[in-house]
């Protein structure tokens, strides 16, 4: 009963927490690392700038779109265990694009590409990347974008983002957007044979005769020689939703951890979590209602009732 009360109290509390501020939570300051200038950089009119907290490597391209072609600007691997923090943001700087003053529209943008090495589903791509240009523009003298990327493990690869959050302020236009990429860890399959050679083997056996005269009696047993295969695989580990800590129960810590990503993401603060537990309500996105579930499933347990969400 004590349980299910605490849980009660959760989801009173979480029904408020809808309609709160959102938290603010003290961000990491991130290792920042700026890329090695593009040959076709005329100018610093912008940025894109990715923040990975995951130790495991990017493929990062970004290309000028023109009405001619498009001209490639930056196409690296990014390792973020090179640079020891926790958090690295790598600073990409771009010049601005092309502005027709007849339409009043750019004609050229930038397309980013950020994909996992070795899933191919792992893969973001963002088209119509708009540098402002400064002379064209009143209230911009500089456009960022920044791209917040997660590396969730997965039995399937996939990519989720979020609705960008554009923003002006002291002249800065800042474009924010948080990336979840979800890769199939590599299993290295190890397949071989095993060989057991056995000699023949000699077993002496001694009878006593009714004259105490004893005989030895020698048998020689051959010993086939057998051939099995060995084979090694590695089997993906099985998941339960809302279990979201991964110790086997759901719990209260499971909704808090929602919670707290929650509150990451809307403070454009990154965060990790693993989306395919967390999610429960299967609506493509962790927010406040699938803390809700998790809450309502705990006092359902509590109460002894199914757990269900």
């Known amino acids: 009963m004590k349980g299910f009360q605490q849980a009660v109290g959760c989801l009173l509390t979480v029904g408020f927490l809808g309609q709160m501020p959102t938290p603010v939570i003290a961000a990491e300051t991130p290792a920042v690392i700026e890329m090695p200038y593009a040959s076709s950089l005329t100018a610093k009119d912008g940025s894109i700038r990715v ?7 990017v ?13 490639a600007y930056y196409d690296v691997v990014l ?48 088209t119509d990347i708009a540098i402002f240009d400064p002379h064209f523009s009143d209230k911009v003298n500089t456009t960022c974008y920044r791209y917040a990327v997660t590396m969730l493990e997965g039995t399937t690869g996939g990519v989720v983002a979020t609705v960008p959050k554009e923003s002006i302020s ?3 236009r800042t474009v924010e957007n948080q990336v979840t990429l979800r890769y199939v860890p590599q299993t290295t399959g190890v397949t071989g044979s095993t060989t057991t050679t056995a000699t023949a083997t000699t077993t002496t056996m001694l009878t006593t005769s009714t004259t105490s005269k004893t005989t030895a009696i020698t048998t020689t047993t051959p010993i086939a020689t057998t051939t099995s295969a ?7 580990p099985a998941f339960k939703l809302g279990d979201v800590d991964g110790n086997g129960m759901i ?4 909704a ?54």
């Open 51 to 57: 923040v990975l907290q995951d130790s495991r490597k």
């Open 79 to 126: 390792d973020p265990t090179q640079s020891g923090a926790a958090t690295t943001e790598y600073v990409f700087y771009l010049d601005c694009c092309e502005y027709n003053l007849s339409t009043a529209s750019y004609v050229s943008t930038y397309q980013l590409t950020i994909a996992d090495e070795s899933t191919p589903e792992a893969v973001y791509t963002e």
């Open 251 to 254: 719990e209260v810590a499971d």
């Open 256 to 309: 808090v951890s929602v919670l707290t990503h929650y509150a990451k993401s809307a403070a454009g603060i990154p965060s990790t979590i693993d989306f395919r537990l967390a999610d429960v309500n299967q609506d493509g996105k962790i927010d406040v209602a699938d803390a809700v579930k998790i809450l309502t499933c705990y006092a359902r347990q509590a109460a002894g009732l199914p757990p269900t969400f």
């Open 59 to 71: 493929h990062v391209t970004i290309q000028k779109m023109t009405q001619e072609g498009s001209d």
């Open 230 to 236: 060995l084979t090694t695989t590695t089997t993906a």
């Open 170 to 172: 002291n002249e800065v």
